[in-house]
Every structure is written in structure tokens, then in C-alpha cells.
């Protein structure tokens, strides 16, 4: 079994839906929560960033962290067209090992 | 300009030849690490280095070295490389393990 569990999709909205995506993780280590945006042929690049259970929002964008569950969350509101990518969740621990989810591809549709 | 600069981003090569993939970054970062991204399995940790002659392994090394001699360069080395390490490559830095990472534009090779 995955560590971290993400479902890939795709998952495809119309323009200004609200895009909701989920990972689950099974080891309690991990302190740390991101969530990371890749287009086609580019490297991750940072969205969310939290080390805290609880929502932080950034604009459009709300990442929700419950450790009790092992669940994370992030919802992209009034979404657009250029949100279409790959949103990959991402965890660490305290002494530098990461983990990824495998990706969600999602599609913004005009 | 804040940027993790990788070379080469694309190679070709055949099973065997040695080959190393330089990582370098400017933003005086003291963490490193290396990943593989692979279709439906996401990103693989390789290795990560917390600090300068600090290397640890991370999910998936066989098959691969590192070293970080200098605290701005994180070179990963492939011995012998094989068919199945074809993959696509992304070395990141950041300021402390687990803070967020800064990603390479990656580096695509292919072993035949």
C-alpha cells in the first residue's frame, strides 16, 4: 500500500467551478503539507504550504490539513481554464523524506 | 533570478554507460534532493542531502549515487545505468528539510 494515496482522475469542471482534490497518507511522521502544480513538460512549482492541521487560504486557493484522518485537501475556486494541470500533494517528516501523491490531472473547460 | 538549474535535460544513451546528471542551485539552500516521476507512480524520492556530506536515501536509490561536496551542487551519478531508470528527472532544493521545494525543469533520459 502507498504511503500517500491520490486519486489521478481526470476530473474535468466547467470554468468557475470549484475543483476539490483529496490525498490520503498513512504515516504519521509526516509534519509537513504542500500541495504542488505541474503543466506538461515543467516542474513542480509551489501552491500551499502547511505544517498545521486547520485551512489556509491563498486567493483562489483553500488547503485543508486534518491529522486525526490523515487527510488533505484543496479546493481551487472561480477556476479558470489556465488551472487545467496536474495538482500533486505532497508530505514530509521532520528529517527531510518526502512523499508524493501520484498526481490529479484536472481540466478547466471554457 | 532564484533557480535549481539542471543538465543535461534531455539524453540518450545505451545500458551501461556511465552518465551523471548535474544539479545546481543559487539560492543558498542547505536541503537537496533528487526525484523520478514516472507515469501513474508521481514523484519518487532518489536521495536527499540535508546538508553539505550529508546524504540519506530516500524511496527508490538502487541504482544511483550522490554527493554534495559543495552545498550549491547535489550531482546525481548513474553507474550502470539500465532500461528501467528511463525516466524523467527533477532535482529541487530548499531552505531546510521539509520546507517547500523549488523544482529543475527536469531532465528526460532514456536508456536503450
Known amino acids: 500500500q502507498k504511503e500517500v494515496e491520490q486519486d489521478p482522475g481526470p476530473l474535468s469542471v466547467p470554468e468557475g467551478a470549484i475543483v476539490s482534490l483529496n490525498c490520503t497518507y498513512s504515516n504519521s511522521a509526516f509534519q509537513y503539507f504542500m500541495w504542488y502544480r505541474q503543466y506538461s513538460r515543467k516542474g513542480p512549482e509551489l501552491l500551499m504550504y502547511t505544517y498545521s492541521s486547520g485551512n489556509k487560504e491563498d486567493g483562489r486557493f483553500t488547503a485543508q490539513v486534518d491529522k486525526s484522518s490523515k487527510y488533505i485537501s484543496l479546493f481551487i475556486r472561480d477556476s479558470q481554464p489556465s488551472d487545467s494541470a496536474t495538482y500533486l500533494c505532497?508530505?514530509?517528516?521532520?528529517?527531510?523524506?518526502?512523499?508524493f501523491g501520484a498526481g490529479t490531472q484536472v481540466v478547466v473547460t471554457p | 533570478e532564484a533557480q535549481v538549474t539542471q543538465n543535461p535535460r534531455y539524453l540518450i544513451t545505451v545500458t551501461g554507460k556511465k552518465l551523471t546528471v548535474t544539479c545546481s542551485q543559487n539560492m543558498n539552500h542547505e536541503y537537496m534532493s533528487w526525484y523520478r516521476q514516472d507515469p501513474g507512480l508521481g514523484l519518487r524520492q532518489i536521495y536527499y542531502?540535508?546538508?553539505?556530506?550529508?546524504?540519506d536515501k530516500g524511496d527508490v536509490p538502487e541504482g544511483y549515487k550522490v554527493s554534495r561536496k559543495e552545498k550549491r551542487n547535489f550531482p546525481l551519478i548513474l553507474e550502470s545505468p539500465s532500461p528501467n531508470q528511463t525516466s524523467l528527472y527533477f532535482c529541487?532544493?530548499?531552505?531546510?528539510?521539509?520546507?517547500?521545494?523549488?523544482f529543475g525543469d527536469g531532465t528526460r533520459l532514456s536508456i536503450l
Open positions: 529541487a532544493s530548499s531552505l531546510a528539510g521539509g520546507q517547500p521545494q523549488h
Open positions: 542531502s540535508m546538508n553539505v556530506e550529508v546524504t
Open positions: 505532497a508530505m514530509a517528516d521532520s528529517w527531510g523524506k518526502f512523499q
